[in-house]
């Protein structure tokens, strides 16, 4: 079993719930490491449905967005689904400033993004 | 004129590297929390300033340690002055693709400039795209 040193994961069906260690996703090198270890649950675990509950990041910048984008891709590529869901106001705010709230499936609560799966 | 007595100016040299970057933005956060401005400027601030300096480092001065980068952050209490200069090629801002086009939106790069740009009041580009000043008015301002 993979160490996940920047995520909590949990499981809800067959869906996979992560929560974010980090309150501030912002540092090049954690973004990096949190990369890699959500890649690591499409391309190793071979888990396919994420649900990625921000309720904990408190901020994030334009490098963490570049790894979600890929993260979606890497999902959609596996046939899976990926989900975001409590995004307090101003993250949401650069999810839509930069139009990705079209691209990402986001929901208002973890509940909300579960019963969407 | 005199100075305004409330005003206060932060002003660092750093290396070319992401982590020297970390102390300006603590400092100021600290200031702008301290002064109570709202949380939606403070992120605003602080997305605008960690942005405009990673572009600085890596795409700027592109990690090369003998080149650095230079901030001045001036705070009133009606607003913030912020202005980040590397020493880089510098480039063009017009020429950075739009990364909300539908042929650029699964791009990984190229969004901390039009994060800048929505989160301050005004963003220009000076010295060959080499220096970025930026400004933002308090919300809360009388």
């Known amino acids: ?117 | 004129m005199s100075k305004d007595p409330l005003a206060w100016t932060i002003e660092r040299t750093i290396p070319s590297e992401l982590e020297a970057g970390h102390s300006v933005l603590a400092e100021l956060l600290t200031r702008l929390e301290a002064e109570n401005w709202t949380t939606r400027d403070i992120f605003g601030i602080r997305l605008a300033l960690e942005e405009g300096v990673v572009n600085a480092i890596k795409h700027g001065n592109r990690f090369d340690a003998s080149k650095q980068v230079h901030v001045i952050c001036i705070s009133t209490p009606e607003k913030i002055w912020i202005q980040i200069t590397d020493q880089g090629q510098g480039f063009d801002p017009e020429c950075v693709p739009d990364c909300t086009a539908p042929e650029h939106i699964e791009a990984p790069n190229g969004r901390g400039i039009m994060l800048m740009r929505n989160f301050m009041a005004c963003v220009e580009y000076s010295e060959s795209g080499r220096v970025v000043t930026m400004e933002k008015l308090r919300a809360d301002a009388s």
């Open chain 1, 1 to 117: 079993m993979a160490v996940h040193r920047r995520l909590q994961l949990s499981e809800v069906g067959d869906v996979s719930v992560i929560r974010f260690v980090d309150r501030k996703i912002l540092d090049e090198a954690n973004i990096q490491e949190l990369g890699q270890e959500l890649f690591q649950l499409i391309e190793e675990e071979k888990r396919q449905n994420l649900l990625l509950n921000f309720s904990s990041v408190e901020f994030l910048s334009s490098a963490a967005l570049g790894k979600l984008i890929t993260l979606d891709k890497k999902v959609k590529a596996h046939g899976g689904k990926l989900k975001l869901s409590n995004i307090r106001p101003e993250i949401y705010e650069v999810f839509a400033i930069t139009k990705l709230n079209k691209l990402f499936d986001i929901k208002d609560d973890e509940a909300d993004a579960l019963a969407s799966f």
